[in-house]
């Protein structure tokens, strides 16, 4: 029952209709027995701060935060925690001392994933990543954490965008090599490939990064952040080559429950979060 000490806990965005993230983090407080309830806002850009005023003011006990607002939130907090301010966005604010901290927990559920889904306890020492936009920062600085990756071979449409990106988070270029999708074929050097586009997401499922899998092998892990259609045509490409394939599904719920124990101190189960969206993608016929 929802009482005078139940925290709160949300979600803001616009638009905020579709999100998974009430059936996930509500799933995790049924199976704790936690005293709180997680609930969705649609928020519009010009209201962003008024927002954030109002958790203040409220106590609301934290809040995930996606598009559009995962920038300019960041003018709102008091606080950005070190990697939201190496990656460049926050999609987690949440309390710490009086003072509201701004946290980036993607990166996080990227690599969660990988370890707990693609079996990668260590990653490859060569890594192939596709696309250059804001995914593609928690993914490329999640990837930059890694001593055991030695390469990065990010691939982008717009070559620049890409070099860019490689400047702001590999400024001395150790790590990161940059090319075009003319490049694809270097993607066989590799044995991990995450796609951060959004090509082969509802409703155009028929597309793929890749114009077929030939550059994709037994022994490779693919990683595709797309998780609406849960199998996309690249994981059919990976599946046919022999590669181990995974869609996004995963890292949006560790990017979830990571932001969940930081809001409550607890470690939630993450399989009850994915169950509980893989639920709901099959009661809105989605999946």
Not at 164 to 184: N, S
Not at 275 to 282: D, G, I, M, T, V
């Amino acid at each position: 029952m929802i009482g005078g000490k139940t925290r709160v806990l949300g979600v803001i965005g616009c638009p905020v209709e579709h999100t998974s993230s009430p059936a996930m983090h509500n799933a995790a407080i049924a199976a704790l027995g936690l005293d709180c309830v997680y609930v969705a806002w649609r928020v519009e850009e010009e209201d962003l701060g008024a927002a954030i005023a109002g958790m203040r003011a409220l106590g609301i006990a934290g809040l995930n935060v996606t598009v559009p607002h995962k920038l300019d939130v960041m003018e709102h907090v008091d606080e950005i925690a070190p990697e939201a301010k190496a990656i460049g966005a926050v999609n987690t604010v949440a309390w710490d001392g009086g003072r509201l901290v701004g946290h980036n927990t993607d990166a996080y559920g990227v690599m969660e994933s990988l370890r707990v889904q693609g079996g990668l306890e260590t990653l490859p020492a060569k890594v192939a990543l596709l696309g250059a936009g804001g995914a593609s920062r928690a993914v490329l600085y999640g990837l930059l954490q890694r001593p055991e990756v030695e390469e990065i071979l990010l691939l982008n449409r717009t070559v620049q965008r890409a070099e860019e990106l490689a400047g702001d988070l590999d400024p001395q270029g150790k790590k990161v090599r940059c090319g075009g999708l003319d490049r694809i074929g270097d993607v066989r050097d590799c044995g991990l490939l995450i796609n951060s586009t959004s090509i082969g997401m509802h409703p155009n499922e028929e597309a793929s990064p890749l114009p077929d899998g030939g550059c994709l092998h037994d022994g490779m892990v693919v990683l595709d952040i797309v998780y609406n259609p849960l199998k996309t045509v690249l994981l059919d490409q990976a599946e046919k080559a022999g590669a181990r394939g995974i869609n996004g599904l995963g890292m949006l719920a560790y990017q979830g429950a990571r932001s969940f124990e930081i809001w409550t101190g607890t470690k939630p189960p993450a399989e009850a979060m994915i169950e509980a969206a893989l639920a709901r993608f099959k009661d809105s016929g989605k999946a």
